[in-house]
């Protein structure tokens, strides 16, 4: 359990899309001409990337939530709100 | 009449920034609103740099040359995503607490040091400058190439130079919250029609790839010159450490501005989904090797594709959807460089006046930009240097957003001048360097130097080596200002 955002679990799950795209040209089917579903592979590969991406940070938010950041978040917005009922509009000087 | 079509769409984009905004009267709510952009405000800002002028004119020219290589673009922005999940939600509770208008306050406040918020200042405006030129330029390119006329090129410069200074002065960055509403919608309805044309011009997608595969199966690969796999990693690489830590100053304001740390996840998490529209310009690009003629600028390519198998009042679209990715990142380097000049490069302490040079600064910068776009000065050697340049600051910015801050300010700064004038050796002497990106070399000498100086600061004052700046949980917004006027 980590309220930090940047755990190490958490990074670990997100190196894997980032891993996996910087990769990219030393993969088999990206360093030789490959067509999958009619389209080059190096295309296919980075639009799972991309769906990667979005999982892994779905996953990450969600742990992040259970374990303790949904309580954050509370109290991050009660501050906000405090601060714009005061018209505590920042400026620095 | 196309080009009467296309004036008239970038008279609307500037009016849509001005319509129903009250001018904004003092610099923290022209810069950061109330701090309090909701998540549909914030998207949209945020997405900004994912769609701009180079994936319109820029994307689709590399595939053009380097085949399914273009996908780095892909890559570095879809990793961005990853970072700065974890990144700015930090940046934002530090400015909110400290009350930051700029990157610069960020880096003043966290290491203790005026000088270092000035180079910050400096360094970061003087390289947004050529990187708001190619925005200017590129809007008239895609005019150009639209209409087929140089004047109408140059009036569409003008005008929509005109425009952003408009509507970046007198609504700060609400205004442009809104412009980029339209843009992005008007780029999502460009590229559609762009690849549909592509499918109904030169043939289906699948059939496409089918005749690359065929005659230049070198494109389906990571491999051809100048776009191999050094490039990619490196690249990929360079540019993700530098996005992803935001050391861009122009991207600052709408990370300050958002409601809260949660809006700013919420959006990163999906804000990668944008990468699917980029596969468009990369798919005309490649397809433009079947007609275009193989001497074809890079610039020229998307256009090239869309004018040989569109309609003119289609083209008109596009080159409107083009106008809007110009006139968006403009208008938020503007904002970008006249916050670093009139709030931390210059020791203004009357608010208003703070403000009115602020201004002024905004019209100069575009003015500048517009001069150098026009009279076609070749600047972009300078915009080599702005993203090499500007991620030498990722180590600093990686230091600072910690809990606590324990590297002196010197030889932060040290480090910073040491990789930029690297790039810049790099860059301008042609040293050779194999592919690596020069911004990734430099940032070997600049954290060798940024270690050094750490060591002699510890041996000259060990009593004072410890924390510069401590986690600043205790002060709300309003309650403490650091971020400047000196």
Same mark, same amino acid.
Request: glycine share 6%; proline share 6%; aromatic share 6%.
């Given at each position: 359990m980590s309220t930090t955002l940047a755990s190490p679990k958490r990074l670990t799950i997100a190196s894997v899309p980032v891993v996996g795209m910087i990769i990219t040209p030393f993969l088999p089917f990206v360093s030789t001409p490959t067509l999958w579903l009619g389209l080059p592979s190096a295309v296919v590969w980075m639009a799972l990337m991309i769906v990667a991406t979005v999982a892994a940070l779905q996953i990450i938010e969600r742990t992040y939530l259970r374990e303790g950041g949904a309580e954050l978040d509370r109290l991050e917005a009660e501050q906000s709100a405090a601060a714009a009922a005061a018209g505590t509009v920042t400026e620095a000087h | 009449m196309l080009t009467v079509a296309i004036i008239i769409g970038i008279l609307g984009i500037g009016a849509l920034g001005v319509a129903g905004r009250r001018r904004q009267t003092e610099l923290s709510s022209w810069t950061v609103g109330k701090r309090d952009l909701p998540r549909w405000t914030s998207w949209f800002l945020q997405a900004g740099e994912s769609l701009t002028t180079f994936s319109f004119l820029g994307l689709a020219g590399i595939a053009f040359g380097g085949g399914v290589a273009a996908l780095f673009a892909v890559a570095y922005l879809t990793i961005n995503c990853v970072i700065q999940y974890f990144v700015i939600p930090r940046q934002r509770e530090l400015g909110a607490n400290r009350g930051y208008l700029t990157m610069a306050d960020f880096f003043k406040d966290r290491f203790k040091s005026k000088a270092l918020g000035k180079t910050v200042a400096l360094v970061g405006a003087v390289f947004l400058i050529p990187y708001l030129q190619l925005q200017i330029t590129g809007l008239g390119m895609i005019v150009q190439l639209a209409t087929g006329s140089e004047s109408a090129r140059g009036y569409s410069m003008a005008v929509a130079s005109v425009l952003v200074v408009v509507f970046v002065i007198w609504a700060g960055i609400r205004g442009l919250a809104k412009v980029a509403v339209f843009k992005d919608f008007a780029m999502l309805a460009a590229l559609v029609i762009v690849l549909a044309g592509v499918i109904a011009g030169i043939g289906g997608i699948p059939d496409i790839f089918a005749k690359i595969m065929d $005659?230049?199966?070198?494109?389906? $690969? =990571?491999? &051809?010159p100048g776009f191999d796999a050094t490039f990619w990693v490196t690249s990929v690489i360079v540019t993700s450490i530098g996005a992803g830590l935001n050391t861009f100053p122009h991207l600052w304001p709408p990370v300050l501005a958002a409601k809260s740390g949660a809006v700013l996840r919420d959006n990163v998490k999906w804000l990668s989904v944008y990468q699917f529209l980029l596969l468009i310009p990369i798919t005309a690009g490649i397809a433009g090797t079947l007609v275009l003629d193989p001497k074809t600028k890079g610039n020229f390519v998307l256009l090239g594709v869309a004018q040989h198998t569109l309609p003119e009042p289609l083209i008109a679209v596009i080159a409107i959807g083009g106008a809007a990715a110009a006139m968006v990142p403009a208008g938020a380097i503007a904002m970008g460089i006249s916050s670093l000049v009139s709030n931390n490069l210059l020791s203004v302490k009357n608010p208003k006046l703070r403000f009115r040079i602020n201004h002024v600064v905004v019209a100069v910068a575009v003015g500048l930009a517009l001069a150098f776009g026009l009279a076609k000065s070749d600047i972009g050697a300078l915009l080599l240097l702005t993203y090499g340049g500007l991620t030498q600051m990722a180590p600093a910015v990686a230091i600072a957003i910690? &809990?606590?801050? &324990? =590297?002196g300010a010197v030889p932060v700064n040290l480090g910073i001048v040491v990789g930029t004038l690297c790039v810049a050796v790099i860059t301008f002497g042609n040293i050779p360097t194999g592919g690596v990106d020069s911004g990734l070399i430099s940032l070997a000498p600049n954290l060798a130097v940024l270690a050094i100086a750490e060591l002699v600061r510890r041996r000259r004052h060990p009593a004072g080596a410890g924390t510069q700046a401590d986690d600043v949980d205790a002060p709300l917004a309003g309650q403490a200002a650091v971020g400047a006027g000196a």
């Open positions: - | $005659t230049a199966p070198s494109y389906l $690969t =990571i491999s &051809r910690g &809990r606590k801050v &324990r =590297i």
